[in-house]
């Protein structure tokens, strides 16, 4: 069965940290990128984070850098979000998402937001979401 399994979220006060596990079945995550998405009630999906293949670059949406550390373990075919210093608004359904390589070599920096973005819609794969809450 080809699927992206998340866990990790839970409830946590405000300052807390959470680490979330998005582990892929099916295929191998070495030859995706992969992102983050979260999803507030009441708002659109955004993006929070991404990681590409095959050289690991990453970006983050403003409100994440310095606080999120998105990272992938090819061996244990599993990509990570560690969540430090959360916030009441970082209160969201996080999802991660799976999108096949299109090119050859390495996707320039300033691509890795257009990549999350499109990935919003052209992602191969979405696991089921996991809740994380972050109370005042």
């Known amino acids: 069965q080809v699927q992206l399994v998340e866990s990790g979220g839970g409830s946590v006060q405000a300052g807390g940290s959470l680490r979330l596990s998005c582990v892929a079945s099916?295929?191998?995550?070495?030859?995706?990128?992969i992102a983050w998405f979260r999803q507030a009630p009441g708002k659109e999906r955004e993006g929070v984070a991404i990681?590409?293949?095959?050289?690991?670059?990453?970006y983050y949406i403003d409100s994440a850098k310095g606080r999120f550390t998105i990272s992938r373990d090819n061996a244990k075919n599993t990509v990570y979000l560690q969540m430090n210093a959360l916030k009441p608004e970082d209160t969201a359904v996080y999802y991660c998402?799976?999108?096949?390589?299109?090119?050859?070599?390495?996707?320039?920096?300033?691509?890795?937001?257009?990549?999350?973005?499109?990935?919003?819609?052209?992602?191969?794969?979405w696991g089921q979401g996991t809740q994380v809450t972050v109370s005042a």
């Open positions: 998402a799976a999108v096949l390589l299109r090119r050859k070599a390495s996707l320039p920096p300033d691509q890795l937001p257009v990549v999350l973005f499109d990935m919003k819609t052209q992602s191969d794969y």
């Open positions: 990681i590409s293949s095959p050289d690991s670059r990453t």
């Open positions: 099916g295929f191998t995550l070495d030859r995706y990128h």
